[in-house]
């Protein structure tokens, strides 16, 4: 006959194990906590339970942070090259900011404006929202604790002004949108960011300075803001050319896959050539302000080797036109290199002098300058525009003006009418046609003279008070004296070779 366990009793046993054991963890705790090593809990949480933990905390809270941090100016980095003091700053947060701007403006309470181009970011503890291929992803401005710059760590214990804390823009996302947000949501907000930055900037005009070979931090460029007026509206130029050479300046800038997809560095290079006075200077003005690019301007006379040439190349940025007037001026770089006089043997007194006074010429060949414009070094940055101009182009050497170097050569000749319709309309105001056009066009196909010539003309007879007829009749003389000035000269010239020809007969 079987029995049964009584129901009460089994109940008892079970209140009476279960109070054992928890009076029993109430006394050991304290002493495990006191006397066990705090390495084995926090190893064993990290074997067993931290993933455990984060799921459970998942169902909780699902939404992910990321937080992007202002670098410190002087912390930016700190590898160090042989070409550049430090590695450049990383922008990330100043593309973030900028990118916010927009938002910020809209929907944030407390705002911050700054830069040249009033960025407008929110103040710490205030949040935008922003929208994504249809998610909303949540953005916030905050203060959080640096340890590293607490202690002064880093590069020779750098310290902040902020009491180690650092800004950061957070983004806060749903744990299922984690792939857009680092495959795409990312890299559009640094995209839109750069370009804002890059609209928002003061654009700047370089040169080069001399640059000490024993000096770590030597700046190779020196600047001032750029603001020339200069536009391809007011460039007296016929239309058609300018019309070429506009869109031949789009195409470049609109091709960067183009670029990669052939192999190319993504540069181009222009070859302005033509008589002085030809508005050389005024078509680089007016190709900046169409692209809106920095300029460096190269003088290689301040440039003492290939190297130093090669240390201004990859100190300049993306998005810029790197400039060398009168190139046929500036350096030996002229004519057959085949047939060039060999250098004369330098005497011993020549060679000591040259230990007590160093030679302090550019030593910048014509190699130097074809890496420079083509070589490898030529590729870093990407996005670059390379002018030269001379008033003699058919003095330089073939291998420096060839195409792939200088891809496009354009002629800055003397003025046409259509040219100087653009003259009429920057200077007089006259923007149809006039009854002394006719005149004054007949004049410019006899007659030699530069742009420079005839605006030089029209402002004298703008400050002498002349009307508008009287400025036009003004100029048609002074184009007629040019046209008698340059006959007598032409005669004067061919009677002189007459008589060179006499004496040689004789």
Known sequence: MATTANPGAMAQVRRWVFANIVSSWFLLAPLLAAYAPRRLFQTYFNLFLRRHARRVLATVDPYLSLDISEKPA???????SRYESAAKRDTTFD?????LSGACSQDARELHAEGDGLVISIHDGQDVADEFRGVTFWWSSVAVEDQMLEQGGGHGGIQN??????????LTFHQRHRRLVIDEYLPHVRRRGREILFRNRRRRLYTNNK????????????????????TFETLAMDPAKKKEIMDDLDAFRKNQDFYRRTGKPWKRGYLLYGPPGTSKSTMIAAMANHLNYDIYDVELTMVSNNNDLRKLLIQTTGKSIIVI???????????????????KKKTEEEERMALYYPDERSKVTLSGLLNFIDGLWSACGGERIVVFTTNHVGTLDPALIRRGRMDMHIEMSYCGFEAFKT??????????????FAEVEEQLREVDVTPADVAECLMTAKRAGYGEDSRLEYLIEELKKKKAEAAAAAEAKTGSDEDDSEDSEE
Do not use: M
């Not at 640059?211 to 200069?230: L, Q, R």
């Open 325 to 343: 007037e009168d190139i046929d001026c500036s350096l030996d770089l002229t004519g057959d290199r085949a047939a060039k006089k060999k250098k």
């Open 161 to 170: 002004g902020g009491g180690g804390r650092r800004r950061c823009q957070r």
């Open 423 to 436: 003259l009429a309309k920057n200077y007089l105001g006259i923007d149809s046609p006039h009854r002394l």
């Open 95 to 99: 593309e973030v900011k900028a990118y």
């Open 74 to 80: 002087a912390a930016a980095g700190f590898a160090y």
């Open 211 to 230: 640059i000490d070979s024993y000096s770590i931090n030597n700046e190779a460029w020196s600047y001032v803001d750029f603001d020339h007026p200069t």
